[in-house]
């Protein structure tokens, strides 16, 4: 093909459409393939093998849209890509339509000329139909990539399951045993940490002083899903486990038909859409027991501590951070206790 492209540089005037192009019974993607391998070492698509000059695409053959393209106009001296319906050069920055007739030729074509020269919507089922199987081919590709990856995050999702578990239970139990101190907790938050109410008195200019209420932070805090008001880290992680688990394949043929099934049915956007959700899922789950672990740390029982202590704090609540063993004591209340078998330990991490 190379040597009769370069053959094809001196564009002719005119191009007879009459008999069988070069293009006649070739496979649309050999065409596209070759088509884009032209156009990354020659910035004139219409010196392209088989490229009808100055003549309109006949009505009464079928065709169907190849590729879609722009032009690299300073390349061309600032000549864009000609229109083989209204010959204009001004076309195509960005949407240029490569299309073949059921002959072997090629064509160059606006969409809105193409949209006005084939009557009845034509055109607009051509270029729908390229769409679709562009999306389709993507799709497929995505898959054939991503499938064979589920075996990975489902042994990640196996060894979050438990944590998860214990992330869960510890959020029933907080709320259900210590419901003063939730509650105490989540009116002292602000967005930079935990603070207090406090008093300054401020001077007036006439010499008097009133009391203004204001704001101080006393502490930082982390771990804000441990007190919120629900937790479903183990729903999320068994609902991306259920979808992927259902597109695990086997080996290589088990893929392939599976992928042959999407096609039939038509189902790629459902296919790439339920993998990606599963996989966001697994994600979520894990980022959400890293933000309830944040809660549990040392260093954040330690700002409890502070912030407890504080002279304008509650002063009404015990922490306990032995190990892993956390209690946290209403005075004359409830009382959260718990023993973290799995929370502390290294979390396995996503496949790339």
Same mark, same amino acid.
């Given at each position: 093909?190379?040597?009769?492209?370069?053959?094809?540089?001196?564009?002719?005037?005119?191009?007879?459409?009459?008999?069988?192009?070069?293009?006649?019974?070739?496979?649309?993607?050999?065409?596209?393939?070759?088509?884009?391998?032209?156009?990354?070492?020659?910035?004139?698509?219409?010196?392209?093998?088989?490229?009808?000059?100055?003549?309109?695409?006949?009505?009464?053959?079928?065709c169907?849209?190849?590729?879609?393209?722009?032009?690299?106009?300073?390349?061309?001296? %600032?000549?864009?890509?000609?229109?083989?319906?209204?010959?204009?050069?001004?076309?195509?920055?960005?949407?240029?339509?490569?299309?073949? %007739?059921?002959?072997?030729? $090629?064509?160059?074509?606006?969409?809105?000329?193409?949209h006005?020269?084939?009557?009845?919507?034509?055109?607009?089922?051509?270029?729908?139909t390229?769409?679709?199987?562009?999306?389709?081919?993507?799709?497929?590709?995505? #898959?054939?990539?991503?499938?064979?990856?589920?075996?990975?995050?489902?042994?990640?999702?196996?060894?979050? #399951?438990?944590?998860?578990?214990?992330?869960q239970?510890?959020?029933?139990? $907080?709320?259900?045993?210590?419901?003063?101190?939730?509650?105490?907790?989540?009116?002292?938050?602000?967005?930079?940490?935990?603070?207090?109410? %406090?008093?300054?008195?401020?001077n007036?200019?006439?010499?008097?002083?009133y009391?203004?209420?204001?704001?101080?932070?006393?502490?930082?805090?982390?771990?804000?899903?441990?007190?919120?008001?629900?937790?479903d880290?183990?729903?999320? #992680?068994?609902?991306?486990?259920?979808? $992927?688990?259902?597109?695990?394949?086997?080996?290589?043929?088990?893929?392939?038909?599976? $992928?042959?099934?999407?096609?039939?049915?038509?189902?790629?956007?459902?296919?790439?859409?339920?993998?990606?959700?599963?996989?966001?899922?697994?994600?979520?789950?894990?980022?959400?027991?890293?933000?309830?672990?944040?809660?549990?740390?040392? =260093?954040?029982?330690?700002?409890?501590?502070?912030? =407890?202590?504080?002279?304008?704090?509650?002063?009404?609540?015990?922490?306990?951070?032995?190990?892993?063993?956390?209690?946290?004591?209403?005075?004359?209340?409830?009382?959260?206790?718990?023993?973290?078998?799995k929370?502390?330990?290294?979390?396995?991490?996503?496949?790339?």
């Amino acid at each position: 093909m190379a040597n009769e492209n370069a053959a094809n540089d001196n564009v002719p005037v005119a191009t007879d459409i009459s008999g069988d192009g070069p293009w006649k019974d070739a496979p649309r993607d050999q065409v596209q393939r070759e088509f884009k391998a032209f156009r990354e070492n020659n910035p004139f698509p219409e010196r392209f093998l088989g490229v009808a000059h100055h003549v309109k695409p006949p009505r009464d053959r079928a065709c169907e849209v190849i590729d879609v393209f722009s032009v690299r106009v300073k390349e061309r001296d %600032d000549q864009l890509a000609p229109c083989n319906i209204c010959h204009n050069q001004s076309k195509w920055f960005s949407d240029g339509r490569l299309i073949q %007739d059921d002959h072997g030729w $090629l064509y160059f074509v606006g969409p809105d000329c193409a949209h006005d020269y084939f009557s009845g919507g034509v055109f607009t089922l051509w270029d729908r139909t390229y769409r679709q199987r562009q999306s389709a081919e993507q799709a497929t590709n995505y #898959l054939l990539q991503k499938i064979p990856t589920i075996p990975s995050y489902l042994e990640v999702a196996a060894a979050l #399951l438990p944590i998860a578990h214990e992330v869960q239970e510890a959020h029933r139990q $907080l709320r259900n045993e210590c419901p003063v101190f939730v509650r105490t907790l989540r009116a002292a938050l602000k967005e930079d940490g935990l603070a207090v109410d %406090d008093v300054q008195m401020v001077n007036r200019a006439n010499g008097t002083t009133y009391p203004r209420r204001f704001s101080r932070r006393v502490a930082s805090f982390n771990g804000r899903p441990a007190i919120g008001p629900t937790c479903d880290v183990v729903g999320i #992680l068994e609902g991306g486990t259920t979808l $992927l688990s259902a597109m695990q394949c086997a080996n290589d043929d088990e893929l392939i038909e599976r $992928l042959a099934a999407v096609e039939t049915d038509g189902k790629f956007a459902r296919a790439r859409h339920d993998f990606d959700l599963g996989v966001q899922r697994i994600a979520k789950a894990r980022d959400d027991i890293i933000r309830h672990r944040t809660f549990y740390v040392e =260093n954040n029982f330690r700002s409890l501590a502070t912030w =407890n202590a504080d002279k304008d704090g509650p002063n009404r609540f015990e922490f306990e951070c032995r190990g892993t063993r956390r209690s946290i004591h209403e005075r004359g209340g409830g009382r959260f206790w718990m023993t973290f078998d799995k929370l502390f330990q290294p979390l396995p991490e996503l496949p790339v």
